[in-house]
């Protein structure tokens, strides 16, 4: 699919902006068909115990030090499941240095954090836990504080039995959870399903652009719209991302994760530092090509719409955000 993609991509992006023609539907609609079943490891396999164990901890604000942030305080279902801010607080309402991302779709990441620091979904979940600024929990006592509630204590024996209550069963807990929480269909999802008339003709002329003279799709591929990459924009920052850990790869300074666009019109504002506050913003500073300095993705490139054109790509985003749905919490064990 992500080949398939990369392939009309290039194709498109070969054409001058005056003369680009609409992509096949047909190619369109395989790129980003959405998959049919969510991917679970085969140590964390899915079973709705561990789903039911990892939604309680994930909302429980006695995982943190202070007992008074969760990991839905960052994560908030209400955000796209972000926060909503430019940058996030964590302990003591300290400013952190990122915005807190979504947690959409992480089923299919394999890299994990702004940066891509962490491998997987489970050891992810130690990092914020762990951290003395986010919420300031001393790992190694978890597993006893937990213990110490009777309603944790059966949680954990249905979910993992024979297994004891540890970081590890923890983490996986939580993967669990964080891996169903998938984003729900749209009005291009219907499009993508056969429905020719549910794309307006603005909304339909947006895809092209998005896949085309805009190139977006160079890095926003498939049905997530993420290549799971790293990349440097141009965005002007002081944060060298990926090059904190990486200092071998000549395109790590200043390169973030691409994040996927769906839900992308709840989860304002935008980029790894909340700078833009709005999807059009986003479309200007890309028309830019950013900052020029070496690190800087060979994909990004200084291009130029008209004011109908940059309205239609912004009329297709439109199209990938789902209706909000009820997130149910469960009650917290005693």
Not at 47 to 63: I, M, Q, S, Y
Not at 104 to 124: C, M, V
């Amino acid at each position: 699919m992500r080949c398939l993609l990369s392939i009309l991509v290039i194709i498109v992006a070969t054409l001058t902006p005056a003369i680009a023609q609409p992509t096949s539907d047909d190619a369109l609609r395989t790129a980003f068909a959405r998959p049919t079943a969510v991917p679970y490891p085969a140590n964390n396999r899915f079973t709705a115990e561990r789903e039911l164990l990892g939604r309680t901890l994930f909302f429980d604000p006695r995982l943190s030090g202070s007992n008074l942030l969760s990991c839905g305080s960052c994560h908030n279902p209400a955000f796209g499941w972000g926060d909503g801010q430019a940058i996030g607080r964590g302990h003591a309402m300290v400013t952190l240095t990122r915005r807190s991302p979504s947690i959409l779709n992480l089923a299919w990441s394999s890299a994990f954090f702004w940066d891509g620091r962490a491998p997987t979904l489970e050891i992810q979940a130690l990092g914020p836990l762990g951290n003395k600024i986010e919420m300031n929990m001393q790992i190694e006592a978890l597993p006893g504080k937990l213990a110490a509630i009777p309603g944790y204590r059966r949680l954990f024996e249905i979910a993992y039995p024979g297994e004891p209550l540890s970081l590890d069963t923890i983490t996986r807990a939580i993967a669990t959870f964080e891996r169903g929480l998938v984003s729900g269909l749209t009005v291009f999802d219907r499009w993508v399903a056969g429905d020719d008339g549910v794309l307006s003709p603005a909304e339909r002329r947006g895809l092209d652009i998005f896949v085309g003279p805009a190139g977006c799709a160079a890095c926003h591929t498939g049905w997530n719209f993420t290549d799971g990459q790293f990349h440097d924009t141009g965005l002007p920052t002081q944060d060298v991302g990926r090059a904190r850990f990486d200092t071998q790869d000549p395109r790590a300074p200043f390169a973030f994760k691409t994040p996927g666009l769906r839900d992308v019109g709840r989860r304002a504002p935008y980029m790894h530092n909340g700078s833009l506050p709005t999807l059009e913003s986003i479309v200007r500073f890309y028309e830019t090509g950013g900052v020029e300095r070496p690190s800087r993705s060979p994909l990004i490139r200084p291009f130029r719409l008209t004011e109908i054109e940059r309205a239609e790509l912004l009329a297709f985003l439109g199209t990938l955000t789902a209706l909000p749905r009820d997130v149910a919490v469960p009650s917290l064990p005693r």
